[in-house]
């Protein structure tokens, strides 16, 4: 894996494990929420079911009230033994009914008993209770507190309302299944007193807490249910099915994860493969343009000695057709042509060795001198164009460590174009060379009053193959360029504020050895 794809691969890492999570969380709420929601429901049917059987029981209980005072009154002295065997009867089938009894209503004194004794706390209730109780009717008295039970009384409907009956009930067994489910508690109140009182503690950390409350709907015993179910976070939230959709969705994350580390590799391998074909495309265009760069370059070289030759050639056949021949002359052109020869024959193996990638061998050079050379050189070319070349040379010595014949190369070639500008536009008629050492440097300034470079083009003199002129190949420059930069210096150009170009060489002083 490369350095690009380990960040990418880690924040896809990191994406998944972040989704991944999150679908947890999702699930786990969703968990809850329908495991609260279950319970919930559940706990509301059950509420129901409950109020259903003691509002079931609260009806019997005023029903045995019904059919024991209607036996009370069966004839003038009350049957005290068919009524104790009715109660039995009753106290036997409906075991939470603890005792039934049979009062005078005077004094209150115990006519008949059946099942537990009533404590003297009830009958001081009943005693109290009584007088203002309407013959008929029947009224509920909370029982003792602690002990869960409540009392049903009830007067007689006789004119002079002689007796009272009352059913002790065990309120604890008004339902049927006594054992409720765990977490699940229970209240049965009367008001605000508190019958049975099965409440759990508070819900601890990570428990819920549901609760619903119902009304008995019995006009003698208004009751009121409360129903309590305590969750714990086991029970919110299954464990098993919490951990098979982890593996589940980690496993699906592991596998997608490997799938888009695969779709990425094979489009890295792909990316890749075109690279190299792009690359090698490449290096072929590259290996023909250098060579029809390499053709341009030897041409545009070879141009400037074999000009210099064809016209001290012409010189020379001028001056043989005088009578008598000029001898003197006629050596001095000979001597030029074998110079240019000599130049052509450097320029070659210059260019031979910049193929071979052969270093050149930089020498202490005089920049002085060079200048004084292109001036020879190019002297009859320009004074055909009418165009006047100066020299300017450095009053101190201007020695650079570098090949005289490229900077003789670089020179030549900002004076023609200096001069091809100048004879193109038909303004100017001056070039000069001015050769300056200042701050460990030599300047050199190919300067003329032509009519300048436009602004447009300015920065994209150096660039290969960018020429203004009709024939121009665009490689004198940038070969300028390459040139002055081997030797540590640089090169630049702008237009003077007098009008005309300017182009600025700048190389390192060479403060010792000898020079050509």
């Not at 259903?52 to 019904?66: G, K, N, V, Y």
């Not at 005077?106 to 109290?128: C, F, N, Y």
């Not at 008004?174 to 508190?194: M, N, T």
Request: hydrophobic content about 45%; aromatic content about 4%; overall charge neutral.
């Amino acid at each position: 894996m490369n350095d690009v794809s380990r960040p990418t691969d880690r924040k896809l890492r990191n994406a998944l494990v972040a989704a991944w999570l999150l679908g947890l969380a999702a699930f786990a709420l969703v968990s809850v929420w329908l495991s609260i929601t279950d319970a919930q429901r559940q706990l509301e049917a059950r509420g129901a079911d409950m109020q259903r059987t003691i509002a079931q029981a609260t009806a019997q209980h005023d029903a045995h009230l019904t059919s024991l005072a209607t036996l009370a009154l069966a004839g003038d002295t009350p049957p005290v033994g068919l009524f104790t065997q009715l109660a039995g009867s009753i106290i036997r089938f409906y075991p939470r009914i603890t005792s039934i009894a049979l009062l005078a209503d005077g004094s209150g004194a115990p006519l008949a008993i059946s099942g537990e004794a009533l404590a003297a706390r009830l009958l001081q209730q009943i005693e109290s209770t009584a007088p203002s109780l309407p013959r008929g009717t029947s009224t509920m008295l909370a029982g003792p507190p602690g002990t869960g039970s409540y009392l049903l009384l009830k007067r007689t409907s006789d004119e002079a309302g002689r007796f009272l009956i009352a059913l002790n009930v065990d309120a604890s067994r008004l339902w049927d299944d006594a054992d409720l489910p765990a977490g699940l508690s229970l209240q049965l109140a009367l008001g605000e007193a508190f019958l049975v009182d099965d409440r759990a503690p508070s819900a601890g950390p990570g428990e819920v807490t549901l609760a619903e409350a119902w009304q008995i709907p019995s006009t003698s015993q208004p009751l009121s249910l409360h129903l309590q179910q305590r969750l714990t976070a086991l029970q919110a939230l299954p464990l098993g099915p919490f951990l098979a959709f982890a593996v589940a969705t980690l496993l699906l994350a592991i596998g997608v994860h490997l799938l888009l580390q695969q779709r990425r590799a094979t489009a890295q391998a792909r990316a890749r493969q075109r690279a190299q074909e792009h690359q090698l495309r490449l290096e072929h265009a590259a290996r023909v343009n250098s060579m029809g760069e390499l053709a341009s370059g030897i041409a545009h070289e070879l141009t400037q000695p074999l000009t210099a030759l064809l016209s001290q050639s012409q010189a020379g056949l001028r001056l043989a057709g005088h009578s008598p021949p000029d001898a003197a002359a006629l050596a001095g052109v000979l001597e030029a042509n074998v110079r240019q020869a000599r130049r052509a024959a450097d320029i070659l193996g210059r260019l031979r060795a910049y193929v071979s990638k052969s270093p050149t061998t930089p020498q202490p050079t005089d920049l002085n001198r060079v200048a004084a050379e292109v001036a020879g050189l190019l002297e009859a070319d320009l004074r055909d164009k009418t165009i006047t070349l100066a020299i300017l040379p450095s009053e101190a010595a201007a020695i650079v460590l570098a090949d005289p014949i490229e900077l003789e190369q670089v020179l030549h070639n900002l004076v023609r174009n200096a001069a091809d500008a100048i004879e193109a536009s038909g303004r100017g008629d001056n070039v000069s060379i001015s050769v300056v050492t200042e701050a460990g440097q030599v300047r050199v300034e190919v300067s003329d009053n032509g009519p300048g470079v436009p602004v447009d083009v300015l920065p994209h003199l150096f660039e290969p193959f960018y020429s203004t002129k009709p024939a121009g190949m665009g490689l004198g420059l940038p070969l300028c360029q390459t040139l002055v930069e081997r030797f540590g210096g640089s090169i630049e150009a702008a237009n003077t504020p007098e009008g005309g170009a300017r182009f600025i060489v700048r190389l390192p002083l060479n403060r010792g050895g000898t020079h050509r």
